[in-house]
């Protein structure tokens, strides 16, 4: 790794100022421009009121002026930062945002000072601009370390200092793009350009910005086509199976079918397409069955045991097309023979069965087994009747 990574506060290749920053080009006063930022949500944080944990740590005992000690922290956090070390250098600025972020809960509380402490003006300014950088360099940490969160409560910090302060700008619209909080990175980038118009990196990350806000609008535009499409496809399904008089229902547990559904073919947007239905082929007396991914109106029984029969199970052969008696269960809980050349519209649109869970049911049961298997289905059903 080099060892010649500048500190974050001292970010030459960034091409942002390294001296005082210039006011905003609002024409207020910092108060009023802070106050006005913390309408958005960006700043909007809870940095009004420091954590317990943080008063906690400023009074851990530390030789030195609370100044002193987090120069201390912060050039322990460059040296680790510089070599890319960034877990370990926001660790030592985070001791120094709470050292000073603790010194500026004390004066909010009105706390005298101990004798390290001061409540000096020019001291007090001094905290606060290097808090303010202890801020923004955690935030750079954070940002390397993909922490967008951390990293934009970081910036707001160090905002609340210094509104102008650029490299939180750019950080912040850095971390909320990588987010895809495209309209507040947006809203500090453009913050950050009205200090500095003349920014580098600034106007890299708002072209960047711009790209994901048009690529953002277009998939948003693709998925409300979509969702048009599919309410009137659905709605055009409904009005198909209605208008053919065929009964449905869902008992809220459909089967897994993985794509298989009912469907208008080959156009689900078109009125004219056929229905599709998936079908399931049980065989009763042998514990057996076959899936038919699509079964159309149009067809009959005859056309799909054209490929399904033989069957590899059937070793004594009584599976063939003429050996075989159908049946479908009815609403009522009984059977309907159906017939092998039947088109599977006409048995549908009875009014006599009706398709669960859009998946239509056929039992297929050898003609010299037959008798015997409906005698005991509807024996069976009886039983169930009753029961209930």
């Known amino acids: 790794m080099s ?19 210039p006011p905003l080009n609002t024409g207020m006063t910092v108060d009023e421009t802070w106050a006005e930022m913390r309408k958005h949500p960006l700043f909007m944080t809870e940095l009004d009121m420091e954590n317990e944990a943080v008063e906690a740590l400023q009074a851990l005992a530390f030789e030195g002026t609370p100044l002193e000690n987090g120069l201390n922290f912060k050039d322990q956090g460059n040296e680790c930062f510089r070599e890319r070390r960034w877990a ?6 985070a001791k120094g945002v709470a050292l000073l972020a603790g010194q500026e809960a004390r004066r909010r509380k009105h706390t005298a000072p101990s004798p390290q402490e001061t409540d000096d003006p020019a ?3 001094r905290e606060r601009t290097l808090l303010e950088q202890l801020y923004g360099n955690r935030a750079a940490c954070n940002l390397e370390l993909r922490n967008y969160r951390a990293c934009t409560l970081d910036c707001a910090g160090a905002l609340r200092l210094n509104p102008a302060n650029v490299k939180a700008l750019y950080r912040s619209a850095r971390a909320l793009l990588a987010v895809g909080r495209v309209d507040e990175a947006a809203d500090a980038c453009r913050r950050g350009l009205d200090v500095d118009p003349a ?5 890299a990350t708002a072209e960047e910005i711009e790209k994901k806000a048009r690529e953002t609008k277009a998939r948003m535009e693709k998925e409300k086509r979509e969702a048009e499409q599919a309410r009137h496809r659905a709605a055009l399904l409904r009005t198909a199976i209605r208008a053919r008089g065929i009964r449905v229902r869902s008992t809220g547990k459909p089967p897994d079918m993985e794509d298989a559904k009912v469907q208008l073919v080959p156009d689900p947007s078109d009125p004219q ?30 056309e799909h045991f054209a490929y399904i029969f ?17 049946y479908m269960e009815t609403v009522a809980g009984g059977l309907i023979k ?7 519209l006409k048995v549908l649109g009875g009014g006599s069965v009706e398709v669960v869970d859009e998946l239509v049911k056929i039992f297929v049961v050898p003609k ?3 008798e015997g298997w409906v005698r005991d289905f509807k024996a069976k059903r009886a039983e169930e009747m009753g029961k209930k």
């Open 199 to 203: 920014s580098v990196a600034l106007k």
């Open 273 to 302: 397409s056929t229905l599709s239905f998936p079908t399931l082929l049980l065989y009763p007396v042998d514990f057996e069955s076959d899936f038919v991914k699509a079964f159309n109106e149009t067809e009959t029984l005859d």
């Open 123 to 125: 001291e007090v300014a």
């Open 310 to 326: 033989p069957l590899p199970w059937d070793k004594a052969g009584v599976y063939t097309a003429a050996a075989v008696e159908c």
């Open 368 to 370: 010299g087994k037959a």
């Open 88 to 93: 370990d250098a926001k660790e030592f600025y």
């Open 3 to 21: 060892s010649e990574t500048p500190p974050p506060d001292a970010d030459a290749a960034m091409a942002f100022p390294t001296g005082p920053m």
């Open 338 to 344: 159906v017939g092998r050349r039947v088109p599977l």
